[in-house]
Structure formats: C-alpha cells, structure tokens
C-alpha cells in the first residue's frame, strides 16, 4: 500500500497514478514507468509515494518449463482516497 503523501492528505486531494512495470525473474519490481496520474495538485509527490511501493513489492514470477521469467509492462494502479 503506497503512503500518502503528507501535504495532499491535509488538504484531502485525492489521486489515481498508474505505472508500467517491469519485474525480473526473481519477482522484484526493477524499473517504473508512469503511465497516467489523475491528481489536482501535488503531482510529483503521487508519483514518488506510488513508485515506492511499487519498488517494495514482491511478485511471483511466471514460470516456463520450471524456469522464472521476466514481465515487461505489467500495469498497476494505485489509488488514494482521503478518509475522515
């Protein structure tokens, strides 16, 4: 789960971000790319909140004849919604 961002959960601005990933054989996240970023304001502060959890996270990788592979360009979205 990506934090948010302090200043934009102050002010309840909410933000949809989209990357492109690329994971390697192991399962790590080893590049992001953005794709689309939905947000008000506070763009940059989205973007950086969104890749680091995507560069936290652990992926199973695909597998071909036992053997681990890399995926290029999986999709992932993250949303942020200010409770309260």
Known sequence: TPRYPRKA???K???VVTLKLNI???GKVAMTELV???AER???DFI???ERAAMRTRYHPKTVD???QA???ILKTYRFAPTG
Request: charged share 40%; net charge positive; aromatic share 4%.
């Open 36 to 38: 689309n970023i939905k």
């Open 9 to 11: 959960m102050r002010r």
């Open 13 to 15: 601005v909410p933000a």
């Open 48 to 50: 950086k909140a969104a």
């Open 24 to 26: 390697d054989e192991k």
């Open 42 to 44: 506070y763009e940059k």
């Open 71 to 73: 995926a290029i360009g």
């Open 66 to 68: 036992g053997t681990p």
